[in-house]
């Protein structure tokens, strides 16, 4: 698992400091993978969360709260998705 995990970090080059920019929507997000690839740290709307490395089928699955609201960023290859509690999934794009 952490060979997967590491090969997927240094695939999206965001590994470390590199912080990574992209809108979700109308949502404005930039994180940060810590160096392990187990949280991200975000920024959300002006909203600092983390997020935890979590169980998927395939890609990243991280999760985390914000402002009481289930938050998860999911990634597979260089797609990205944002969902917010159990509603629709808001396609990403990495600026």
């Known amino acids: ?8 970090c240094l695939s999206l080059a965001a590994c470390g400091n590199d912080t990574t920019t992209m809108v979700c929507g109308e949502h404005n997000v930039k994180y940060t993978m810590s160096p392990d690839g187990e949280t991200l740290t975000a ?3 002006d909203n ?3 997020l935890n ?7 990243a699955r991280y999760v985390g709260k914000m402002q009481g609201q289930d938050v998860t960023l ?6 990205w998705m944002m969902f917010f509690n159990e ?7 990495v600026k």
Request: proline share 3%; hydrophobic share 50%.
């Open 43 to 45: 920024i959300i709307d």
């Open 74 to 79: 999911w990634n597979h290859q260089s797609d």
């Open 1 to 8: 698992m952490k060979k997967i995990l590491l090969l997927l």
């Open 48 to 50: 600092d969360v983390t």
């Open 53 to 59: 490395i979590a169980i998927s089928a395939s890609g």
């Open 87 to 93: 509603d629709a999934p808001i396609t990403c794009i």
